[in-house]
């Protein structure tokens, strides 16, 4: 299976600056249809989680646009340019390119 | 609104069985894939099993293969997975989830999941 790398796990944040996380792939996450099939997911303290971004960089309908990914073959990045105080919680990046879709460990956003 | 909502979860004893049921609402459930994702306690994210629209093709994880089984109602917009010979370590509370197909005769899980259902808690325990 690809594994997915997270870092850090656990981020510290200030209300108002910015703040970046992580994702290395095992394996190029280039699709054959010439996509990149990696997500970013959300889970809020108590809730489920929600997807915020897919496909490297296209953003779910309602999600704030300081939200922001980028990336390319095995490397990734989701970044806040301004943390608000409904962005703790932990963020988990997913590969669907290759079976089976695999979850990176999780990264804590906390103040 | 695209909504799931998941039932079923409970204490079982190892080897024992327990059936899920998610019921979908706001979309046309027809029209898409479903899969489970569960969350250990204390654990990420992963993916157990998933079904295309029709029913037609399924897909399992490693380890739940020979012992899950997904399936669908369409007429009902409802998927459920149905848990034999439980162990331990299938703790975890099971999320009902919209995506993934068949590509290519693989599931294909793409851009994710997306929306989430609550979750349903299973415990596995003697």
């Known amino acids: 299976d690809v594994v997915m790398t997270q870092s850090p796990l656990s981020l510290p944040v200030t209300l108002g600056q910015p703040a970046s996380i992580s994702c290395k792939s095992s394996?190029?996450?280039?699709?054959?249809?010439?996509?990149?099939?990696l997500n970013w997911f959300q889970q809020r303290p108590g809730q489920s989680p929600r997807r915020l971004i897919y496909?490297?960089?296209d953003r779910d309908s309602g999600v704030p646009d300081r939200f922001s990914g980028s990336g390319s073959g095995t490397d990734f990045t989701l970044k806040i340019s301004r943390v608000e105080a409904e962005d703790v919680g932990v963020y988990y990046c997913?590969?669907?390119?290759?079976?089976?879709?695999?979850f990176g460990q999780g990264t804590k956003v906390e103040f | 609104e695209a909504q799931l909502v998941e039932s079923g979860g409970g204490v079982v004893r190892p080897g024992g069985s327990l059936r899920l049921s998610c019921a979908a609402s706001?979309?046309?459930?027809?029209?898409?894939?479903m899969s489970w994702v569960r969350q250990g306690p204390g654990k990420g994210l992963e993916w157990v099993a998933g079904?295309?629209?029709?029913?037609?093709?399924?897909s399992y994880e490693d380890s739940v293969k020979g012992r899950f089984t997904i399936s669908r109602d369409n007429a009902k917009n409802s998927v459920y997975l149905q848990m034999n010979s439980l162990r331990a370590e299938d703790t975890a509370l099971y999320h009902c989830?919209?995506?993934?197909?068949?590509?290519?005769?693989?599931?294909?899980?793409?851009?994710?999941?997306?929306?989430w259902g609550q979750g349903t808690l299973v415990t596995v325990s003697s």
């Open positions: 496909k490297v960089s």
């Open positions: 997913m590969q669907g390119t290759h079976w089976p879709g695999t």
């Open positions: 394996q190029s996450l280039v699709y054959s249809d010439g996509n990149t099939y």
């Open positions: 706001g979309f046309k459930f027809d029209d898409y894939g």
């Open positions: 989830v919209r995506g993934g197909d068949y590509r290519n005769g693989i599931w294909f899980s793409g851009v994710g999941y997306d929306p």
């Open positions: 079904i295309n629209w029709n029913g037609g093709g399924t």
